[in-house]
């Protein structure tokens, strides 16, 4: 995890007695590099292999594309795509010397079915998916399975924060967007119903866990 501070007492109370029996919590920011290789060498320097790779980490934004900085495009991108960039370079040597591995990136809905007014997120996990589907093939000859997972909203804390949040998000959204006549095409194309889906339609995150489960002990789990 990014913070160590702040973020890992809720961990270790959930886990309870396998943290550092087996469970592992480290300090670790897939936008630097530095701290990529730390956790690596020292799974290395004790495991001498690494069996799977769960690129989980992500970061979404509200904001309409056109008025939006540059920069919340790069950061979008900086974590969502080149942070499993990173992690996937890092580990595939290792799991090329055992000929054996397996890589989950946790992709979306938003892979493969766009939100309209969520181009910046929409785009990074577009950019998953082809990288994605780019190298899967030839690391199956060393016996490395890549597997995108695709879920649609999962019950998370930034999940209830969007349901909470989402009514004021999206109106603050349409306000960004320059000119009457953009505001009112915008309104008529998205059918985007929040209530409905938080509400009813959400995914458990033990769904989520058990599939993890299942590509994981799997000898040759599916691509998608």
């Not at 989520?208 to 789990?221: G, M």
Request: include cysteine.
């Amino acid at each position: 995890m990014r913070n160590m501070v702040t973020r890992q007492k809720e961990l270790k109370t959930e886990a309870g007695n396998i943290v550092d029996d087996t469970l592992f919590i480290r300090e670790l920011d897939v936008t630097k590099q530095e701290t990529i290789d730390i956790v690596i060498k020292e799974i290395i320097d004790k495991e001498r292999k690494i069996d799977v790779l769960v690129n989980n980490a992500g970061w979404s934004t509200g904001a309409w594309w056109e008025t939006s900085p540059m920069d919340t495009f790069y950061n979008v991108m900086e974590v969502n795509y080149f942070g499993c960039v990173r992690m996937t370079r890092a580990v595939v040597p290792y799991m090329k010397e055992k000929r054996s591995g397996k890589i989950l990136q946790m992709s979306s809905v938003h892979g493969f079915h766009i939100v309209l007014l969520l181009a910046q997120n929409i785009g990074a996990k577009f950019a998953l998916e082809g990288f994605s589907e780019s190298i899967a093939p030839p690391l199956r000859k060393f016996n490395i399975w890549v597997s995108l997972i695709e879920p649609g909203y999962v019950v998370t804390k930034m999940a209830k924060q969007f349901g909470d949040n989402c009514t004021a998000l999206y109106a603050d959204i349409a306000s960004q967007i320059p000119g009457e006549e953009e505001r009112k095409i915008l309104t008529e194309m998205v059918t985007f119903d929040p209530n409905l889906v938080i509400g009813n339609e959400m995914q458990e995150p033990q769904e989520i866990a058990q599939l993890f489960q299942d590509i994981i002990l799997s000898p040759k789990p599916d691509f998608r």
